[in-house]
């Protein structure tokens, strides 16, 4: 990602959407479903298994009842090496997520873009910034990002990273209208856009599911989306903007 514009490029009727009301109303059903498919799951804790601490602190933004992670990562929250605090939208969903062992918050984060003093406040009462926030499918929700990933960037530790997950599913009513209107390779951009504007420097774009995502096992041994490729079944594309 190469910086692009010198002032902010967007209007404020690219963040309009189909459906204006209160995102609270939407969210209330609890929906135990996976919002990408397998091949991509599969992929995207690769990723996440390469890149996210097994110490420290973790923020899983936009998080529901499945955080995807790696087994390293859960094992890290199990006996309580890594802290893991979850946002989202619904108190059921982020109460069925073993993985969240540091708190669970419900936050509309389009009502309030600002990231809560307790994402990063210890049982000590002290604040302990965050090492990583992962953020699956979901940054084309935000009608506010900036302000939103601005406030991450102060509740993170110098050198400490954001992964926005992104792929090609939403809840058209509820993503932003310029979300719906431009290509893959735009909203990509796009999102970077929002990082570069909210302070975040080195910006990459990566593809997790370029030559096979990554996915091809010890031995030779292919994996789901490779299974899936040769029986002519499309997959879901991944890609993560950090």
């Known amino acids: 990602y190469t910086p692009r514009h010198k002032s902010w490029p967007y209007k404020p ?6 459906d ?16 990408i498919d397998d091949a991509a799951i599969s992929s995207l804790r690769i990723y996440y298994d390469t890149v996210l601490p097994s110490r420290g602190r973790i923020l899983d933004l936009c998080s529901s009842w499945i955080s995807h992670y790696p087994s390293r990562i859960s094992a890290a929250a199990a006996d309580s090496t890594l802290s893991i ?20 918050l419900v936050a509309d984060l389009n009502l309030t873009p600002t990231i809560p003093a307790a994402v990063t406040l210890v049982p000590t009462g002290e604040e302990e910034l965050l090492d990583a926030t992962t953020c699956v499918v979901s940054i084309d929700y935000l009608t506010r990002p900036v302000e939103v990933l601005s406030s991450l960037r102060e509740r993170t530790k ?20 310029r979300w719906l209107r431009v290509d893959e390779e735009e909203r990509l951009l796009m999102v970077g856009d929002y990082l570069h504007f909210a302070g975040w420097d080195g910006i990459e774009i990566l593809d997790l599911k370029a030559k096979g995502g990554g996915e ?19 997959e879901d594309p991944l890609w993560v903007v950090r």
Not at 85 to 104: F, H, I, K, Q, Y
């Open 20 to 35: 204006p009301s209160t995102d609270s109303t939407f969210y209330a059903p609890p929906r135990f479903v996976t919002h």
């Open 13 to 18: 009727s690219d963040f309009t959407r189909q």
């Open 216 to 234: 091809e096992r010890e031995g030779g041994q292919r994996g789901l989306g490779d299974i899936m490729r040769m029986m002519g079944m499309g």
């Open 158 to 177: 110098p050198g400490g990273m954001v992964h926005l997950v992104v792929s090609n599913r939403c809840f058209p009513t509820k993503a932003i209208s």
């Open 85 to 104: 605090v979850g946002m989202g939208m619904n108190a059921a969903e982020l109460s069925r997520n073993p993985d969240l062992n540091a708190g669970r």
